[in-house]
T-cell receptor
């Protein structure tokens, strides 16, 4: 079955430091990949997506992610974290069909930002 | 364009009751998906509707049902509520299946 793994449950970084959140997926075909962010008590906001083409994709709020097929990874990066980036981040793969649904999500990585 | 809206935002029910949640998609979007989010299980797919037809269903009991209207608005219903149904219920819309999903703010359901 298709799956998404986010190995880090919780990460703490200092404001201004760089950030990398890891995501690995298991999917037989070329995946559609997404990163969403969720603030406490809120819905999910789309940060960026990869469908095809350039493997380095830019998103909102200064985030970027790189698709590496050989490593089945789609890691999220930001060069300088702001306090407002504290939230939970979800990686997802689009599989479109079947009982797992159209989007399969990882368990999420909670980001805390130290002043 | 207005985003996905969900009503109500918060709901408290007791075991055995039933509940109906509503979702209005982004204008022009015809696909609506529902997800349940809990701390233990994470985000789990409930079902997807497209043009008033259920296209896809997750592994949830028959107590969970939904429908979609001709204006693409969708409702989900949970009958005979159990304590374990306490969760954040998220609705997402997209123009069609296999396109990017945009999420609403969710409905927080607490079952006592």
């Amino acid at each position: 079955a298709q799956s998404v793994t986010q190995p880090d449950i919780h990460i703490t970084v200092s404001e201004g430091a760089s950030l990398e959140l890891r995501c690995n997926y298991s999917y037989g075909a070329t995946p559609y990949l997404f990163w969403y962010v969720q603030s406490p008590g809120q819905g999910l906001q789309l940060l960026l997506k990869y469908f095809s083409g350039d493997t380095l994709v830019q998103g909102i709020k200064g985030f970027e992610a790189e698709f590496k097929r050989s490593q089945s990874s789609f890691n999220l990066r930001k060069p300088s974290v702001h306090w407002s980036d504290a939230a939970e981040y979800f990686c997802a793969v689009g599989v479109y069909g079947g009982s797992q649904g159209n989007l399969i999500f990882g368990k999420g990585t909670k980001l805390s930002v130290k002043p | 364009k207005a985003g996905v809206t969900q009503t109500p935002r918060y709901l408290i029910k007791t075991r055995g009751q039933q509940v109906t949640l509503s979702c209005s998609p982004i204008s022009g979007h015809r696909s609506v998906s529902w997800y349940q989010q809990t701390p233990g299980q994470g985000l789990q797919f409930l079902f997807e509707y497209f043009s008033e037809t259920q296209r896809n269903k997750g592994n949830f009991p028959g107590r969970f049902s939904g429908r979609q209207f001709s204006n693409s608005r969708s409702e989900m219903n949970v009958s005979t509520l159990e304590l374990g149904d306490s969760a954040l219920y998220l609705c997402a819309s997209s123009p069609r299946t296999e396109e990017t999903q945009y999420f609403g703010p969710g409905t927080r359901l607490l079952v006592l």
